[in-house]
């Protein structure tokens, strides 16, 4: 069964850094798109970026200055610079991604929390 795994969530001081990590895991083929989301309660779920199999990239206009995605193969990382407290939220790890079963499918990973802190 395809799994991502989210590692690197915790609580950091505003103006600091952070960087998350989302790797995918089972068996699968090809992942085309990889990206991390984010989400308070009560809202939306919102894009923070995306990076394709090719490393094309698509990131939300908020966050562009200061959220950087790379991506090695089948993992995925958020480098997330002058944290502020609307950082706070938890990020979901997105990945699309090929399997025995089904050709073309969307994964979650079940969210790390980030909280930063004046």
């Known amino acids: 069964q395809v799994q991502l795994v989210e590692t690197g969530g915790g609580l950091v001081q505003a103006g600091g850094s952070l960087e998350l990590s989302c790797a995918v895991s089972g068996s699968f083929g090809r992942v085309w798109v990889m990206g991390w989301y984010r989400q308070n309660p009560g809202k939306q779920r919102e894009l923070v970026a995306t990076?394709?199999?090719?490393?094309t990239t698509n990131s939300g206009d908020s966050v562009k200055d200061r959220f950087f995605i790379s991506r090695d193969r089948s993992t995925a990382l958020l480098h997330i610079d002058n944290l502020t407290p609307e950082d706070t939220a938890v990020y979901y790890c997105?990945?699309?991604?090929?399997?025995?079963?089904?050709?073309?499918?969307?994964?979650w990973g079940r969210g790390t929390q980030v909280t930063v802190s004046s």
């Open positions: 990076i394709t199999r090719s490393d």
């Open positions: 997105y990945a699309d991604v090929e399997t025995p079963n089904v050709s073309h499918r969307d994964y």
